[in-house]
């Protein structure tokens, strides 16, 4: 029985010393199709890092009003209905920053068909930072408690 654990051991030391030297799956696939890739140093992925996470709206703050159904995961986007949105042009205060994008409010203690802004809480934000000329920054703030992919806004 020992011999059969240290084969089972040796074994799982030599698949994880293999892999390490294990290239990555997609990179190999985009370079065999043509693709280039560039090597960046850190301070350049630190520049561009959350680039991808961009709000819909970049001229004003957006609120998002959603109800819960009543039924389903409260961490489940599709258990909410959009009720609408109301829009402030300009930028907002955000932890000691300026910022623009959007929020969703929700409010799962109301009818599932009417909008009340009392005892609604934020669900999701993504701001961007607002320079001092009022250019975008690639600096955000993102904080998600459920599933909604990054493409939908409304529903």
Same mark, same amino acid.
Not at 31 to 53: F, I, N, Y
Not at 56 to 79: F, Q
Not at 91 to 109: P, T
């Given at each position: 029985? +020992?011999?059969? %654990?240290?084969?089972?051991?040796?074994?799982?030391?030599?698949?994880?010393? /293999? *892999?390490?030297?294990? /290239?990555? !799956?997609?990179?190999? *696939?985009?370079? !065999?199709?043509?693709?280039?890739?560039? !090597?960046? !140093?850190? &301070?350049?992925?630190? &520049?561009?890092?959350?680039?991808?996470?961009?709000?819909?709206?970049?001229? $004003?703050?957006?609120?998002?009003?959603?109800?819960?159904? #009543?039924? #389903?995961?409260? #961490?489940?986007? +599709? @258990?909410?209905?959009?009720? /609408?949105?109301?829009?402030?042009? $300009?930028?907002?205060? %955000?932890? /000691?920053?300026?910022?623009?994008?959007?929020?969703? &409010?929700?409010?799962? @203690?109301?009818?599932?068909? *009417?909008?009340?802004?009392?005892?609604?809480?934020?669900?999701?934000?993504?701001?961007?930072?607002?320079?001092?000329? $009022? $250019?975008?920054?690639?600096? #955000?703030?993102?904080?998600?408690?459920?599933?909604?992919?990054? *493409?939908?806004?409304?529903?």
């Amino acid at each position: 029985m +020992r011999k059969v %654990f240290m084969i089972a051991a040796l074994f799982s030391l030599l698949l994880m010393a /293999g *892999s390490a030297f294990a /290239g990555n !799956a997609i990179l190999d *696939s985009l370079e !065999a199709q043509g693709a280039q890739t560039v !090597a960046m !140093a850190d &301070q350049e992925l630190d &520049q561009v890092r959350g680039t991808a996470a961009m709000p819909m709206t970049l001229n $004003g703050v957006r609120e998002h009003h959603v109800t819960y159904k #009543g039924w #389903g995961s409260y #961490g489940d986007y +599709r @258990s909410y209905n959009y009720m /609408g949105s109301s829009f402030t042009p $300009g930028s907002k205060v %955000f932890k /000691g920053k300026k910022v623009v994008g959007d929020y969703w &409010q929700a409010n799962d @203690s109301c009818s599932p068909n *009417s909008w009340q802004s009392y005892r609604s809480y934020t669900k999701e934000y993504l701001y961007r930072v607002v320079t001092a000329s $009022g $250019g975008i920054t690639s600096t #955000g703030f993102h904080s998600s408690s459920w599933n909604r992919p990054a *493409s939908v806004y409304m529903w």
